[in-house]
């Protein structure tokens, strides 16, 4: 599952430090692996947004180009695992920080907007729908984020099985809330995937913005995750069919 980009991880590393700081830059759709950068728009810095009033909250930016034009089918009711590392360059070798360091905590998200064209340049004033989310378990005490680690960067993510056919944005995003106790201070690393949903329903799923869907005073935003035994994930209900 892990493929080495020597020539553009040295120039990546040089820039990274060993934090939070995460890249979601790859996809499988039901098992099969596309690629690294394949139908993903992969920013080529690992630094967070933290100001959530930024476009940048949307999809990220300043993608490694040239941005993949490939459109992944995925079968309403498929599985699209995200791939995460530390670094935009992928998986490059043992890191103590990849995908992200196992210190810092916090949940994992995804949206998807319904698009004319999963390529389309423009990204602003999309309608956006959470169909995944994982925060903390109060059981086992375990973090989306320690997840991810153990699971070397993946997260499954179920394509609801009613939604439409069409083209998608899959947005994906891990936060990290180790400096969170107030605003700003959550770290907000997310990247979009280009879809093809075939099959499917006809479902309407209420939607959100991005701007807009997440708030300064969310409790999912701003928490000290060291004094909390539940956490609610910021954001909409995931929509269910």
């Known amino acids: 599952m892990k493929a080495s980009f020597c020539a553009l991880a040295s120039l990546l590393l040089a820039a990274s430090s060993v934090s939070a700081r995460t890249v979601f830059s790859a996809i499988q759709v039901d098992g099969v692996e596309l ?21 940048n909250l949307i999809c990220n930016s300043g993608f490694v180009q040239p941005v993949s034009d490939v459109v992944a089918s995925v079968p309403a009711g498929g599985v699209v695992a995200a791939e995460f590392h530390h670094t935009s360059a992928g998986y490059v070798g043992p890191d103590p920080a990849d995908p992200l360091d196992p210190t810092n905590k916090g949940p994992v998200l995804a949206y998807l907007a319904a698009v004319p064209d999963a390529t389309q340049e423009d990204v602003t004033g999309l309608k956006w729908f959470k169909i995944f989310e994982q925060g903390l378990n109060p059981q086992t005490h375990q973090w989306a984020s320690d997840l991810l680690f153990i699971n070397e960067g993946y ?27 107030q605003y700003p201070g959550a770290e907000f690393f997310m990247s979009c995937a ?28 701003v928490t000290n995750i060291y004094a909390v035994e539940t956490y609610t994930p910021p954001g909409p209900a995931v929509f269910e069919c």
């Open 155 to 181: 997260v499954n993510i179920t394509i609801p099985s009613c939604v439409k056919a069409g083209q998608y944005l899959l947005r994906v995003e891990s936060i990290s809330l180790s400096s969170a106790s």
């Open 194 to 221: 280009q879809i093809e949903v075939t099959g499917g329903g006809h479902a309407s799923p209420e939607t959100v913005s991005f701007p807009g869907a997440y708030t300064a005073t969310d409790p999912g935003i």
């Open 35 to 55: 690629g690294h950068g394949v139908a993903v728009r992969v920013p080529s810095a690992n630094a967070p947004v933290t100001d959530i009033t930024s476009k």
